[in-house]
Nanobody, 124 residues
Framework: QVQLVESGGGLVQSGGSLRLSCADS????????MGWFRQAPGKEREFVAG????????YYADSVKGRFTISTDKAKNTVYLQMTNLKPEDTAVYYC?????????????????WGQGTQVTVSS
């Protein structure tokens, strides 16, 4: 069973940076990819970024391209999301999740469970 713990969120001013971490204590290598997602107040959860464990192929939502970078540390079973040039519209609870197939990254509603997430608040 995959157990994911997100951390690294906080309050930052517009233009600032944060690095989120997602530690997976479960069978991470049984999954094809890892993804970061976010849910802002009053909005649906959305895909932010994804990365495959093999090959390190990356995928980004248009809204974060050029500002966010997803990466992995296989030795630590950890996935990171480096966020730069943060904007107030990036304010949300950020979650990570594991995808057994690549396409799952883009079907947010197909994930059965979520961790507690980490709050990111960007002030203007």
């Amino acid at each position: 069973q995959v157990q994911l713990v997100e951390s690294g969120g906080g309050l930052v001013q517009s233009g600032g940076s944060l690095r989120l971490s997602c530690a997976d204590s479960g069978r991470v290598f049984s999954n094809v990819a890892m993804g970061w997602f976010r849910q802002a107040p009053g909005k649906e959860r959305e895909f932010v970024a994804g990365i495959t464990w093999i090959g390190g192929n990356t995928y980004y939502a248009d809204s974060v391209k050029g500002r966010f970078t997803i990466s992995t540390d296989k030795a630590k079973n950890t996935v990171y999301l480096q966020m730069t040039n943060l904007k107030p519209e990036d304010t949300a609870v950020y979650y990570c999740n594991a995808a057994p197939i690549l396409g799952r990254l883009f079907r947010v509603n197909d994930f059965g469970s979520w961790g507690q997430g980490t709050q990111v608040t960007v002030s203007s």
